[in-house]
C-alpha cells in the first residue's frame, strides 16, 4: 500500500509535516514562505512555493481565486516534483489535506486534485480538509461551502474533519489545532499502518480503494481505544468507534455507504464471537451492507485500538450547517448588491458632465 500526502497552505502543511514524522511520503505547497520555513520534518526539496509572482510569497489572505491562481500558474512544478517522488511505482492514494477555510488551500486544492485524478487515473484522490470552527465567523464557512461542491466534483471521496467537534471548549486555538493535527495523523496513520500488514483476517490496498472510491462523497473516520485489561465488551468497543464521539464530524452512519474495521491487540482479547457480532449489527444498520474488517492480533501491545472508516456519507449535521448558512449568506449578499447597485443608478441618473457646465472649455490636444 503507497500512500502520498500533499499537504496545501498552512493547516494542510502542518498536517503533511506530522505525516512525515510518522515516516509516510508527504509533499509541503503553499503560497507563504514563511509557514514553508516553519515546517519540521518535511524535507525542503520537498516544499513548494506557490504563487510568488502573484503574492511574493506571502499567503493569500484567506481569498480562494487568489489560491487558485497560484495553484493554476504554478501546476507544473507541483506536478513533477509528484512525479519525480512518485517514480516507477504505483501510488494507491493521494491524500491532500487542507484547511477548507482559507485561501490557499480552499482555493489550490481542487486545481490540485483535478490534476491528479488526469495524471494519475489509477490512483485515488482523496481530500482530508478541516472544517472551520464557527467562532472564525462567516468567510471560512463560504470558502467552506464552495471548496466541498468544488472537491465533490473531482475527488473520491472526502474526509472533512470537523475543527468544532474536536476542539475542547476552553483550549486556546493554536493549542486545539495543534491536537486536532495530532488525532488526525493518529487515526488516518493507524489505519494505514494496518492495511497489507500481516494478521488474521487482512485489510488490503484494494479493499482500501474499493471503500474510498465514492464519487467525492463524505468519509469519516472513527475510532476507539483502550487498556485490554480493562475492555469488559470489545463489541461495545467496536461499536463506540462508530458513535458520534468517535466519529471526526457529526454523521448520520446510517447513511453510508461502507465501511472498514480494523482492530488491533492482544490475541486473547480479539474473540471472533464478539467480533462478528458487532460487525453484523453494524453491517446491516450502513446502506451498502458491506464492512470490510481486518483482525491483527499482536501480543506487544496492551491496547485494544479500534479504527473505523465509514464512507459514501451523504447525510451529515457538520456539513448541511456550513452549505445553509453560505447559501444563506449568498443570497442575502447578492441581494444587497442587486439593491446597492440599484440605489446607485437611482441616485446619480440625471446628472451631466463636465462638459454640459462648462461650455467653451473644450482642451485641443
Ligand atoms: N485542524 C486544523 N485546522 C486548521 C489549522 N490551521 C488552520 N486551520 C483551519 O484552516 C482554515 C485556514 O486555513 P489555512 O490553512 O490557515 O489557510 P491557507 O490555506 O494557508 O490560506 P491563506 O492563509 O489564506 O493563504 C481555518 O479556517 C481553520 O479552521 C490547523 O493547524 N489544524
Ligand atoms: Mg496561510
Redesign the pocket.
Known amino acids: 500500500m503507497r500512500a502520498i500526502i500533499i499537504g496545501?497552505?498552512?493547516?494542510?502543511?502542518?498536517?503533511a509535516d506530522l505525516f512525515s514524522l510518522v515516516d509516510f511520503e508527504a509533499i509541503a505547497v503553499?503560497?507563504?514562505r514563511g509557514?514553508l520555513d516553519y515546517l519540521k520534518h518535511i524535507p525542503a526539496e520537498r516544499r513548494i512555493l506557490i504563487g510568488e509572482s502573484l503574492?511574493g510569497g506571502k499567503?493569500?489572505?484567506?481569498?480562494?481565486v487568489?489560491?487558485r491562481e497560484a495553484m493554476k500558474r504554478d501546476l507544473p512544478l507541483v506536478m513533477r516534483k509528484v512525479s519525480s517522488m512518485v517514480g516507477y511505482e504505483d501510488v494507491d492514494i493521494f491524500f491532500l489535506t487542507?484547511?477548507?477555510?482559507?485561501?490557499?488551500?480552499?482555493?489550490?486544492t481542487p486545481v490540485l486534485a483535478a490534476a491528479l485524478k488526469e495524471e494519475y487515473p489509477e490512483s485515488l484522490v482523496v481530500a482530508v480538509?478541516?472544517?472551520?470552527?464557527k467562532e472564525?465567523g462567516i468567510r471560512?464557512t463560504i470558502?467552506?461551502a464552495i471548496t466541498i461542491d468544488k472537491l465533490s466534483k473531482v475527488a473520491d471521496s472526502i474526509i472533512a474533519?470537523d475543527?468544532n467537534k474536536?476542539k475542547e471548549s476552553d483550549e486556546d486555538?493554536?493549542r486545539?489545532?495543534?491536537k486536532?493535527?495530532y488525532t488526525?495523523v493518529e487515526r488516518i496513520g493507524s489505519l494505514l499502518a494496518l492495511i497489507d500488514i500481516p494478521g488474521e483476517q487482512t485489510l488490503d490496498a484494494s479493499d482500501l480503494k474499493f471503500v474510498l472510491k465514492a464519487f467525492g462523497s463524505f468519509a469519516t473516520v472513527g475510532y476507539a481505544k483502550a487498556r485490554a485489561d480493562q475492555v469488559r465488551s470489545l463489541s461495545k468497543l467496536i461499536e463506540r468507534s462508530f458513535e458520534s464521539e468517535g466519529l471526526y464530524l457529526e454523521a448520520k452512519v446510517e447513511s453510508a455507504l461502507y465501511g472498514l474495521v480494523a482492530i488491533h491487540g492482544p490475541p486473547e482479547v480479539l474473540k471472533a464471537k464478539e467480533i462478528f457480532e458487532a460487525l453484523d449489527e453494524l453491517t446491516g444498520r450502513i446502506k451498502g451492507k458491506q464492512i470490510f474488517r481486518g483482525f491483527y492480533p499482536d501480543s506487544r501491545t496492551r491496547d485494544v485500538e479500534v479504527v473505523t472508516l465509514l464512507s459514501g456519507i451523504y447525510e451529515s449535521r457538520s456539513i448541511e450547517e456550513i452549505i445553509l448558512t453560505a447559501k444563506g449568506y449568498a443570497k442575502s449578499f447578492m441581494k444587497a448588491k442587486a439593491e446597492a447597485e440599484e440605489k446607485k443608478r437611482e441616485l446619480l441618473t440625471g446628472l451631466p458632465d463636465f462638459d454640459d457646465l462648462y461650455p467653451g472649455a473644450e482642451v485641443n490636444d
Not at 487542507?98 to 489550490?108: H, M, Q, V, Y
Open positions: 496545501v497552505g498552512q493547516c494542510g502543511t502542518k498536517i503553499n503560497t507563504s509557514d503574492t499567503g493569500v489572505n484567506a481569498n480562494p487568489l489560491g487542507f484547511g477548507f477555510g482559507g485561501g490557499t488551500g480552499a482555493g489550490g480538509g478541516a472544517l472551520p470552527l472564525e471560512p470558502n467552506a474533519i475543527n474536536l486555538i493554536a486545539a489545532y495543534e486536532i493535527n488526525i
